[in-house]
């Protein structure tokens, strides 16, 4: 079993970096990838390849999230926002 992933009747979680946890948190509060891109100092293209990351590590522990909804609902499956803080 990978590590990144949890026995049980547990979700598999992908291993997400610290500041690939960061970008999806602030993509989650921003109105675009270009707000993200500004708040956080980044190129809009790393914002996107941080993004596209994101969904690649879900994907590969059988959690596909191919939308911002879909990566809105993985991200309060596995405790990284409550829907309170969104």
């Known amino acids: 079993m990978p590590a990144s992933a949890t026995t049980g009747n547990a979700l598999p979680k992908p291993s997400l970096s ?4 960061e970008v999806l948190l602030s993509w989650f509060h921003s109105e675009s ?8 100092g980044l190129a809009p293209g790393t ?6 990351r994101i969904r690649v590590k879900y994907e590969l522990v059988g959690r596909t999230a191919n939308s911002k909804a879909a990566l809105v609902a ?12 969104l």
Not at 18 to 21: D, H, K, L, W
């Open 18 to 21: 610290a500041r690939e946890v």
């Open 33 to 40: 990838k270009a707000t993200v891109s500004e708040k956080l």
């Open 47 to 52: 914002v996107s390849t941080y993004l596209s």
């Open 74 to 85: 993985r991200a309060v499956q596995d405790g990284l926002i409550t829907l309170d803080e």
